[in-house]
């Protein structure tokens, strides 16, 4: 079954960088868009970032824009989100999600990895 999984999450001082990553398998990866998204307590999940099956299209919430930079490698089936200048209104699990054929932007999409936390103290 289809199979993404998550890691990098951790705790970090405002200001600092983590990277996160997302490795999918028993999917056509080249086939799929990739999103983030996240969730903080009491909140709805949100949409982070996403990035096309090519890797040429890119898309940030505009909180997000200018310090967290999302990308793909097809080869190791793996997405990255690197976050830098994180602030604590950061904290939140962290998910990512796969759609086929387009790049994730709502939290509709049919696979979702089981998430990491990421915790920005002040």
């Known amino acids: 079954q289809v199979q993404l999984v998550e890691s990098g999450g951790g705790l970090v001082q405002a200001g600092g960088s983590l990277r996160l990553s997302c490795a999918v398998s028993?999917?056509?990866?080249?086939?799929?868009?990739i999103g983030w998204f996240r969730q903080a307590p009491g909140k709805e999940r949100e949409f982070v970032a996403s990035i096309n099956w090519s890797g040429d299209m890119l898309d940030y919430r505009n909180s997000v824009k200018d310090r967290f930079t999302i990308s793909r490698d097809n080869a190791k089936k793996t997405v990255y989100l690197q976050m830098t200048s994180l602030k604590p209104e950061d904290t939140a699990v962290y998910y990512c999600?796969?759609?086929?054929?387009?790049?994730?932007?709502?939290?509709?999409?049919?696979?979702w990895g089981q998430g990491t936390q990421v915790i920005v103290s002040s």
């Open positions: 999600a796969a759609q086929q054929w387009t790049m994730p932007q709502s939290p509709t999409s049919p696979y």
């Open positions: 028993k999917l056509t990866f080249s086939d799929y868009g």
